[in-house]
T-cell receptor, first 112, second 115 residues
């Protein structure tokens, strides 16, 4: 069974601060996705990374896939209250497999 | 493009009762998933359909849970009888075969409370 460990589990910061959340596994994934989930809603895809060492930027969010494709990080610059939510990483094990294994998530609160 | 629709949004039942959830995926999406998300955890896959066939139901508690997708479009998930530990949000997701990086689109979920 492939497991994804996310850290920290909870994070509360002031508006304008920077933060990084991590997603780690002992397994290799063919691709890894980051989702954001707000209360009462389903997860919404933010980004997909597929190449070891890949870095993708989405406005103030920077996503990195580890060289060995076992880990990933999400860095938010100058956090805003609208960034508040549950950040989930999810890995896919192989080509042709459409299943995702989710981590438990990092619950982020950005205080105005 | 309409998103994934789920109903009901909320359901409260007593243990040992039955409940059913409905999902309508994005038009044209061949793959449909049901997930269980317990409070404080990430979604856990229960069952995956490809058109009207089951691809994987290894984590579905088959003694009480059942799911079907008879015409390859809508799907229903049923719990009979419900237990207290079934309290969770049940998420439906769909994806288009060949979509980049296995992108899945989620519905808003059904929040089930078992008393």
């Amino acid at each position: 069974t492939q497991l994804l460990e996310q850290s920290p589990q909870f994070l509360s910061i002031q508006e304008g601060e920077n933060l990084t959340v991590y997603c780690n596994s002992s397994s290799v994934f063919s691709s890894l996705q980051w989702y954001r989930q707000e209360p009462g809603e389903g997860p919404v895809l933010l980004v997909t990374v597929v190449t070891g060492g890949e870095v993708k930027k989405l406005k103030r969010l920077t996503f990195q896939f580890g060289d060995a494709r076992k880990d990933s990080s999400l860095h938010i610059t100058a956090a805003q209250p609208g960034d508040t939510g549950l950040y989930l990483c999810a890995g896919s094990s192989g080509a042709g497999s459409y299943q995702l294994t989710f981590g438990k998530g990092t619950k982020l609160s950005v205080i105005p | 493009e309409a998103g994934v629709a789920q109903s009901p949004r909320y359901k409260i039942i007593e243990k040992r009762q039955s409940v059913a959830f409905w999902c309508n995926p994005i038009s044209g999406h061949a793959t449909l998933y049901w997930y269980q998300q317990i409070l404080g955890q990430g979604p856990k896959l229960l069952i995956q359909f490809q058109n009207n066939g089951v691809v994987d139901d290894s984590q579905l508690p088959k003694d009480r849970f059942s799911a079907e997708r008879l015409k390859g479009v809508d799907s229903t998930l049923k719990i009979q009888p419900a237990k207290l530990e079934d309290s969770a949000v049940y998420l439906c997701a769909s994806s288009s075969r060949g979509s980049k990086g296995n992108e899945q689109f989620f519905g808003p979920g059904t929040r089930l409370t078992v008393l």
